[in-house]
């Protein structure tokens, strides 16, 4: 029975405590003091469908923005340190709000000045509906952002690793 408990744990793929890690990002970015991101975090991420904290403001389109890019940005950091991308390349993320159905969010790698673009993610999310029952199903959903990314990533390098070869 115990060795049966120790495959599934071994088997299970691991995964970042991303809740501490979007935590640490608003705090490191400025954006708000630990006490503050924790209780911002816990109480828009956690508990009744639909997040009351997005619907109920004088500016809902604005609260939505911010939420969307404070869950995201870390994500798309973490991605961005963990493929090795050109010196000259920037990485946006892009959010298209929407107060009544799926809001967009866009994640858009430039390769450099004159280079072409490329959509790296585009993800549909209803901000008020992203709310998870536990820290464990948070931490689910954006591993799978983070692996959706750096696969993402990972085939535009050889576009990317072309035109260097050329432009020297």
């Given at each position: 029975m115990m060795g049966k408990k120790l495959t599934a744990v071994?088997?299970?793929?691991?995964?970042?405590?991303?809740?501490?890690?979007?935590?640490?990002?608003?705090?490191t970015s400025g954006a708000m003091p630990t006490w503050e991101a924790a209780t911002y975090l816990t109480e828009n991420l956690f508990g009744e469908k639909p997040?009351?904290?997005?619907?109920?403001?004088?500016?809902?389109?604005?609260?939505?923005?911010?939420?969307?890019?404070r869950l995201y940005q870390p994500i798309v950091?973490?991605?961005?340190?963990?493929?090795?991308?050109?010196?000259?390349?920037?990485?946006?993320?892009?959010?298209?709000?929407?107060?009544t159905g799926n809001s967009a969010v866009?994640?858009?790698?430039?390769?450099?000045?004159?280079?072409?673009?490329q959509l790296v993610l585009f993800d549909a999310a209803k901000a008020w509906d992203l709310v998870f029952s536990d820290a464990e199903a948070f931490n689910t959903w954006?591993?799978?952002?983070?692996?959706?990314?750096?696969?993402?990533?990972?085939?535009a390098l050889p576009t990317m690793d072309e035109d260097l070869l050329t432009a020297i």
């Open positions: 071994r088997k299970r793929p691991r995964s970042r405590n991303w809740l501490a890690y979007v935590c640490e990002s608003l705090v997040n009351p904290y997005l619907l109920s403001p004088a500016t809902p389109h604005e609260l939505t923005r911010q939420f969307l890019e950091e973490a991605a961005s340190r963990d493929v090795t991308l050109s010196p000259t390349a920037t990485i946006h993320l892009f959010t298209d709000i929407s107060l866009l994640v858009v790698l430039f390769q450099g000045h004159a280079k072409p673009k954006a591993e799978e952002r983070y692996r959706l990314l750096v696969n993402a990533l990972r085939k």
